[in-house]
């Protein structure tokens, strides 16, 4: 990590390599990079009406440097309009625009409007291009790498969608200028889980420049981004379809999903993740696969970075255990966990995953997750 603006690739089986460009500023290479890798006859910009009030104006303007036609569509901040319905209406507008198969979007704002656009994108006219600017620290580590689009479903969360890999993502550390604190301290999360399974010298960093980081700091977010950004395209560059070491980015996620959703979703994201990155870690100190105090080492990564680390009012130990078998990464009916060797390291185990007893998750929830009285 030496230059101040990186050119990360980023490889999928699914569509052609793609680059995540990260720098304070690189948003004003918008028109040329529109031009030379997405030139299309329109460009629909569509946004968040949050984000939009914040960038929109000069996003707009650099769209029009481009020489195409522009509109903008918008749509209601905020998950719970992750949906159906606004895929349908974004989806019909630009028909009513007349946007063709030359069109292409551009999606800007956090994970739910990349996943939503990139959705739009994915399934209008059976595909056009998409170009992804990400304006929350969540979309830029975790979204921009991997072409996931989608929606989510009363069944469950991510439910329909489709593989879309963007033309390319502008990750501008300057955009999260507006970004709320608590909204950093998520997407720090998934930052802290790559320096976990993968860079352990990245995860002290993290945690030593936390302050900057969590103040938004232009130069130490770039920093941070493309670091993860690396991390996480090399994980999924090798293997594109999920099984195999791609598996690993699941560190956390199976009892952090599972406190997520004990919750009706009122816990953040990160803040679960946090939460299960502490728990897993310790379930593998239990067994003896993960050296001991590397749950200390995270929980001060997460604590630096304004994360929980101690599970409070936790549901019954029966009721997690019963919503980790739910988990779609459950495979013939047993849970199986990523467990780490140390902070940096993730255990082979079998298929880089074992299967823990659910005696032994009983016991670790019941000594770490005091009841809510
Ligand atoms: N496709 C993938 O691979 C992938 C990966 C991780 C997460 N996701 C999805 O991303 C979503 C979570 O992402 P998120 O946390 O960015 O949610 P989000 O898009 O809802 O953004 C969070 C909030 O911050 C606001 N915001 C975003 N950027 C801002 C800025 N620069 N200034 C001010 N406010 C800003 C948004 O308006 C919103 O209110 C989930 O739906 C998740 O499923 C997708
Ligand atoms: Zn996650």
């Given at each position: 990590?030496?230059?101040?603006?990186?050119?990360?690739?980023?490889?999928?089986?699914?569509?052609?390599?793609?680059?995540?460009?990260?720098?304070?500023?690189?948003?004003?290479?918008?028109?040329?990079?529109?031009?030379?890798?997405?030139?299309?006859?329109?460009?629909?910009?569509?946004?968040?009406?949050?984000?939009?009030?914040?960038?929109?104006?000069?996003?707009?303007?650099?769209?029009?440097?481009?020489?195409?036609?522009?509109?903008?569509?918008?749509?209601?901040?905020?998950e719970r309009n992750k949906i159906r319905s606004e895929w349908a209406?974004?989806?019909?507008?630009?028909?009513?625009?007349?946007?063709?198969?030359?069109?292409?979007?551009?999606?800007?704002?956090?994970?739910?409007?990349?996943?939503?656009?990139?959705?739009?994108?994915?399934?209008?006219?059976?595909?056009?291009?998409?170009?992804?600017?990400?304006?929350?620290?969540?979309?830029?580590?975790?979204?921009?790498?991997?072409?996931?689009?989608?929606?989510?479903?009363?069944?469950?969360?991510?439910?329909?969608?489709?593989?879309?890999?963007?033309?390319?993502?502008?990750?501008?550390?300057?955009?999260?200028?507006?970004?709320?604190?608590?909204?950093?301290?998520?997407?720090?999360?998934?930052?802290?889980?790559?320096?976990?399974?993968?860079?352990?010298?990245?995860?002290?960093?993290?945690?030593?420049?936390?302050?900057?980081?969590?103040?938004?700091?232009?130069?130490?977010?770039?920093?941070?981004?493309?670091?993860?950004?690396?991390?996480?395209?090399?994980?999924?560059?090798?293997?594109?379809?999920?099984?195999?070491?791609?598996?690993?980015?699941?560190?956390?996620?199976?009892?952090?999903?599972?406190?997520?959703?004990?919750?009706?979703?009122?816990?953040?994201?990160?803040?679960?993740?946090?939460?299960?990155?502490?728990?897993?870690?310790?379930?593998?100190?239990?067994?003896?696969?993960?050296?001991?105090?590397?749950?200390?080492?995270?929980?001060?990564?997460?604590?630096?970075?304004?994360?929980?680390?101690?599970?409070?009012?936790?549901?019954?130990?029966?009721?997690?255990?019963?919503?980790?078998?739910?988990?779609?990464?459950?495979?013939?009916?047993?849970?199986?966990?990523?467990?780490?060797?140390?902070?940096?390291?993730?255990?082979?185990?079998?298929?880089?995953?074992?299967?823990?007893?659910?005696?032994?998750?009983r016991d670790l929830l019941a000594a770490e997750c005091p009841r809510?009285?």
């Amino acid at each position: 990590m030496t230059s101040d603006r990186w050119d990360i690739p980023v490889t999928t089986a699914l569509g052609s390599p793609y680059a995540v460009r990260v720098a304070p500023g690189v948003v004003e290479e918008l028109p040329e990079l529109l031009s030379r890798l997405a030139p299309a006859d329109a460009y629909a910009l569509i946004s968040d009406d949050r984000v939009f009030g914040f960038h929109g104006d000069r996003i707009r303007a650099l769209l029009s440097r481009a020489g195409a036609r522009v509109v903008v569509k918008t749509f209601p901040h905020g998950e719970r309009n992750k949906i159906r319905s606004e895929w349908a209406r974004l989806t019909d507008d630009l028909l009513a625009e007349g946007i063709g198969r030359d069109g292409c979007v551009v999606a800007l704002g956090g994970g739910v409007t990349g996943d939503l656009a990139g959705f739009v994108a994915a399934t209008y006219m059976r595909g056009i291009p998409v170009v992804q600017i990400p304006t929350s620290l969540v979309a830029m580590v975790d979204a921009s790498v991997g072409g996931k689009t989608g929606v989510d479903v009363a069944a469950g969360k991510n439910l329909v969608g489709a593989f879309h890999p963007p033309r390319f993502v502008l990750a501008d550390p300057e955009l999260t200028s507006t970004l709320p604190r608590l909204e950093r301290s998520q997407g720090l999360a998934e930052a802290v889980k790559h320096g976990a399974i993968l860079d352990a010298g990245y995860m002290a960093w993290v945690r030593d420049v936390a302050d900057q980081l969590l103040e938004g700091e232009p130069e130490a977010t770039a920093r941070m981004v493309a670091r993860s950004v690396e991390l996480k395209a090399a994980v999924v560059s090798e293997d594109e379809t999920e099984a195999g070491r791609r598996q690993i980015l699941n560190f956390g996620h199976t009892l952090g999903h599972a406190l997520e959703a004990a919750s009706g979703y009122r816990l953040p994201h990160g803040s679960a993740v946090a939460q299960g990155m502490i728990l897993e870690a310790l379930l593998g100190e239990r067994l003896g696969v993960t050296r001991s105090g590397t749950s200390e080492a995270l929980a001060e990564a997460l604590d630096a970075v304004e994360l929980p680390t101690r599970v409070n009012d936790a549901p019954s130990p029966e009721v997690l255990i019963e919503l980790t078998t739910r988990d779609k990464k459950v495979r013939g009916g047993s849970t199986r966990y990523v467990l780490l060797e140390a902070p940096g390291r993730v255990d082979p185990g079998t298929g880089w995953s074992r299967v823990v007893e659910g005696e032994t998750v009983r016991d670790l929830l019941a000594a770490e997750c005091p009841r809510a009285v």
